[in-house]
């Protein structure tokens, strides 16, 4: 008889589930409070998109390995629905390709975390959105949060609202 898959996260690997944990936790400690998989509104998905204390918005891109760091072209679409962005990373990547130019280190910011615990390396650069694009991403957030809130206790509501974002 086959066994199924362990489906917890492995809180010591490099993977992109315990790099979340870590940040969220990081995050949760500095009343900055965050949602994953966060739909964007020109198609591409934030891996953390959330607020903090004073209504600023945070988006966080998690890379697990080199390869996938170098190669990711979509990540500047991020910029125009946050204030600050940050690199996201578990601490056995090389993180000298962040400081080239193309990554543009003077507007983001790095964050290296594990399944427990993250740390800012590098603050991320305040970018203000304006107040009426910042109001709209705020209040996504918010819907989106209150939804998966709801499907999350009664998931037969899932089919009652499938409008994205």
Known sequence: MA??????????????????????????RNDIWVLPEMPLRNGRRADLMGVDAKGRIIIVEIKVSRADLLSDAKWPDYLD????FYWGLPPQIDRAPLENAGF????????V????????????PSRPLAAARRKVEVERLARAALRRSVVASDPECSAWGQVAG
């Open 113 to 124: 975390a594990d399944g427990y615990d993250a740390e800012i390396v590098r603050p991320a």
């Open 81 to 84: 629905f946050c204030d600050r």
């Open 3 to 28: 066994t199924k898959p362990d489906l917890k996260p492995q809180l010591d690997g490099p993977d992109a589930l315990s790099v979340c944990r870590g940040i969220t936790r990081l995050f949760a």
């Open 104 to 111: 543009m280190p003077e507007c983001c910011g790095l964050i």
